[in-house]
């Protein structure tokens, strides 16, 4: 990169220093981890967004925390100020960046919540928008796009509008705002609320609450279109067992359906008529193992979000008598079927850390199922491997230690994870193989 550019970029910086009104050590301090960074690393892309991923650091750094209680950095004045950087990239790139400068692990779990808690934001948005139009209508586009920010501000400036707009009738765009305010006024209030997906449903109900009730008791029917109270009863879900049980059961339903779905797909691209799809979505749907599992993972999920330490992984297993390897198998399909799930940062690192756990300690023990598709599929049965590691030179090793080890070393090892994760023909499902 040329002086010349190492100008520009530098200008650039201090323009969005100067917009966020940043102290001069902390925006002295970004610049020399981003030019520290850039000396070691290629740095792709737009490289302001990179000075707006050290400059945030920079400011955990210094202890400013970015909360509502000391923010002296918005992450949407960040992102906006920085080319109207996008919030995905800039978490990707932030994530990018803790590698790269080998961040501590207590970085990185405050970068996990901040991160997790924009997602929280962003499925609760979308409801509050759908939620809002069903009780009390008004037009998606015109409500999320609308200038009643603009409107409002030019008000505070304007005295004559002011007096102007209070002869008006309460519109849907006053009201979607106000609502979706006294929302996020509530979060501060209660910041337990922030990174927990139900609790903060339940502040967003209670918001619609607050201003149905005024709203009523104001006369305003003009502005109503459904019954709140039956709309709560339908959608606002306890934290009681029976309502994640129904979660992890609605859960389960769009994930199967989403399998069953994919599943279809390939077996038309195959010219199966409809008769053989028939067949093997029955075979697929009384396969006990496929269904136990599949309802397990969803509970799991459920219970993860709600921060269920009391009812893990193993609850689970011993609950619905699940082998640890059926479960790895249904994670894998699963991942496959669900976009949303992906998208999620803290459910795949959670996954990930079941499947470490799995292959760990539970597929290779003697009472595995995995041993059983080893033998179906015509390859080393525990049986067999236990007698090759017994005749070993230490002859005290006992027979079930040491497992994955014999069979990574095992010559046959591509042939053994080929057979067993593959199936004969090519456009074999991830289904089928798995549980066929």
């Not at 037009?139 to 400036?157: C, G, H, P």
Request: proline share 2%; hydrophobic share 35%; glycine share 2%.
């Amino acid at each position: 990169m040329s002086n010349k550019d190492d100008e520009s970029i530098e200008m650039l910086y201090s323009k969005l220093c100067l917009d966020l009104n940043m102290d001069i050590e902390t925006k002295l301090d970004a610049w020399r981890s981003y030019e520290h960074i850039r000396k070691h690393y290629v740095l792709e892309g737009d490289q302001l967004h990179w000075l707006a991923v050290s400059l945030y650091l920079s400011c955990r750094r210094y202890k400013h925390i970015t909360t509502n209680q000391f923010n002296p950095i918005s992450i949407s004045r960040l992102l906006k100020s920085a080319n109207n950087l996008e919030l995905f990239i800039f978490f990707d790139k932030l994530h990018k960046w803790e590698d790269m400068a080998n961040l501590p692990d207590s970085i990185r779990c405050k970068i996990d919540q901040v991160e997790h808690a924009f997602n929280i934001s962003s499925i609760i948005f979308e409801k509050y928008t759908k939620i809002f139009i069903e009780i009390f209508g008004g037009n998606q586009y015109k409500l999320i796009y609308s200038d009643y920010q603009y409107k409002r501000t030019s008000n505070q400036i304007n005295p004559k509008l002011n007096i102007k707009n209070k002869l008006n009738k309460c519109s849907h765009q006053d009201l979607y705002s106000l609502i979706w305010t006294i929302y996020a006024l509530a979060k501060t209030i209660y910041p337990s609320t922030i990174n927990d997906l139900i609790a903060s449903f339940h502040l967003l109900i209670s918001s619609f609450s607050f201003i149905y009730y005024y709203a009523k008791l104001a006369k305003l029917d003009y502005l109503l279109k459904e019954n709140l109270n039956k709309y709560s009863e339908e959608e606002n879900p306890s934290r009681s067992c029976k309502s994640r049980f129904d979660l992890s059961l609605k859960l389960f339903y769009y994930s199967i359906e989403n399998i069953l779905t994919i599943e279809k797909k390939r077996l038309i691209s195959n010219k199966f008529n409809s008769e053989e799809i028939q067949q093997s979505f029955h075979k697929l749907i009384l396969n006990n193992e496929f269904i136990r599992s599949l309802v397990g993972l969803c509970l799991l999920l459920v219970l993860y979000a709600h921060r269920d330490k009391y009812h893990d992984f193993n609850w689970i297993l011993n609950i619905y008598s699940l082998d640890g390897y059926s479960f790895l198998k249904i994670i894998q399909i699963f991942l496959k079927t669900s976009q949303q799930i992906i998208k999620s940062r803290s459910f795949i690192k959670y996954l990930s850390s079941i499947e470490e756990n799995i292959l760990s300690s539970m597929a290779f023990s003697n009472k595995s199922l995995l041993w059983n598709d080893i033998q179906l599929k015509g390859i080393l049965s525990y049986k067999t491997i236990s007698s090759i590691q017994f005749n070993l030179t230490d002859k005290s090793l006992s027979p079930t230690n040491n497992l994955t080890s014999i069979l990574i070393q095992s010559p046959n090892k591509t042939n053994v994870s080929r057979k067993l994760f593959q199936s004969d023909r090519s456009d074999q499902s991830t289904v089928r193989t798995f549980f066929f």
